[in-house]
Nanobody, 113 residues
Framework: QVQLVESGGGLVQPGGSLRLSCAVSGKIFSIYPMGWYRQAPGKQRELVAI???????NYADSVKGRFTISSNNAGNTVYLQMNKLKPEDTAVYYC???????WGQGTQVTVSS
């Protein structure tokens, strides 16, 4: 049984930073590809960033230059470093593993003064 467990969310002031983690438990062939999505209240879930190999990444236009997706050397954790956070980044953030259609439980990020 493969599970994705997110952590690292919280309350931060505008301009601040957070780092989200998505830990994968269980056996998978490869941690790639892995994506981060987010869903704000009343809005559809949207793709934030995706990593398809150690150095191949893509980002939503709204987060380019502020967010960075990466993975660890052990190949069992994917991170989302979020800098220069804005109130509009407030949402529940989910990691998603497309090969098995697995979603994590989500972690709340709130950007507010």
């Amino acid at each position: 049984q493969v599970q994705l467990v997110e952590s690292g969310g919280g309350l931060v002031q505008p301009g601040g930073s957070l780092r989200l983690s998505c830990a994968v438990s269980g056996k998978i062939f490869s941690i790639y590809p892995m994506g981060w999505y987010r869903q704000a209240p009343g809005k559809q879930r949207e793709l934030v960033a995706i990593i398809t190999s150690g150095d191949n990444t893509n980002y939503a236009d709204s987060v380019k230059g502020r967010f960075t997706i990466s993975s660890n050397n052990a190949g069992n954790t994917v991170y989302l470093q979020m800098n220069k956070l804005k109130p509009e980044d407030t949402a529940v953030y989910y990691c998603y593993y497309p090969p098995y259609n697995y979603w994590g439980q989500g972690t709340q990020v709130t950007v507010s003064s």
